[in-house]
């Protein structure tokens, strides 16, 4: 099974500053044949769902605000929220969707405000 | 707008069954991968089982395997979840989710005596 890292377990930051979650996979979630990477972020508040952010490391959902942002490749991810609001205060995850399952998740980074 | 609506949770004792349902609109089902995942407290979140558009393919994570079977009507836009021999670890929020999309608000199951 694929492992993913996210780090760091929480984070401090205050409103306006940018924020940056890494997220790491224990093998290469690239597919070279159509070169996607296999990796989505998701948001989840207190009492929600978890909702989705950005797919194929770095394709905004629709209606997400552009301070969010994915990058990276292969095994190596970030989200960056280059202005952090007070609405983004969130569990974020990282989920792997390469290949075949399991599909597995980060353990998920705390931001804080 | 994709949207996934989840029913079927409930409280249920240890040994029995439960059938979760997800009625999906806003894309083409018949031709999504689909998949389940749980959310508990203490272990966070946790893929369930994947079925391919097709149903020819389907997958199961080692801790549901026998138990659990994953199903779909495309004609009824429709993902389902058999559940039986339900344990008390089985507890959690069940969402189902498309393939590199979002998910559902979840339905809750809870396994007690």
């Known amino acids: 099974d694929i492992v993913m890292t996210q780090s760091p377990d929480s984070l401090a930051v205050s409103l306006g500053e940018r924020a940056t979650i890494n997220c790491k996979s224990s093998q290469s979630v690239l597919y070279s044949s159509n070169n996607h990477n296999y990796l989505s972020w998701y948001q989840q508040k207190p009492g929600q769902p978890p909702k989705l952010l950005i797919y194929?490391?770095?394709t905004r959902e629709s209606g997400v605000p552009d301070r969010f942002t994915g990058s990276g490749s292969g095994t190596d991810f970030t989200l960056t929220i280059s202005s952090v609001q007070a609405e983004d205060v969130a569990v974020y995850y990282c989920q792997q969707y390469y290949n075949t399952p399991p599909y597995t998740f980060g353990q998920g980074t705390k931001l804080e405000i | 707008e994709v949207q996934l609506v989840e029913s079927g949770g409930g409280l249920v004792q240890p040994g029995g069954s439960l059938r979760l349902s997800c009625v999906a609109s806003?894309?083409?089902?018949?031709?999504?991968?689909m998949y389940w995942v749980r959310q508990t407290t203490g272990k966070g979140l946790e893929w369930v089982s994947y079925i391919s558009g097709s149903s020819t393919i389907m997958y199961y994570a080692d801790s549901v395997k026998g138990r659990f079977t994953i199903s779909r009507d495309n004609t009824k836009n429709s993902l389902y979840l058999q559940m039986n021999s339900l344990r008390v670890d089985d507890t959690a929020v069940y969402y189902c989710a498309k393939r590199a999309g979002p998910w559902g608000q979840g339905t809750l199951v809870t396994v007690s005596s």
């Open positions: 806003g894309f083409t089902f018949s031709s999504s991968e």
């Open positions: 194929w490391a770095s």
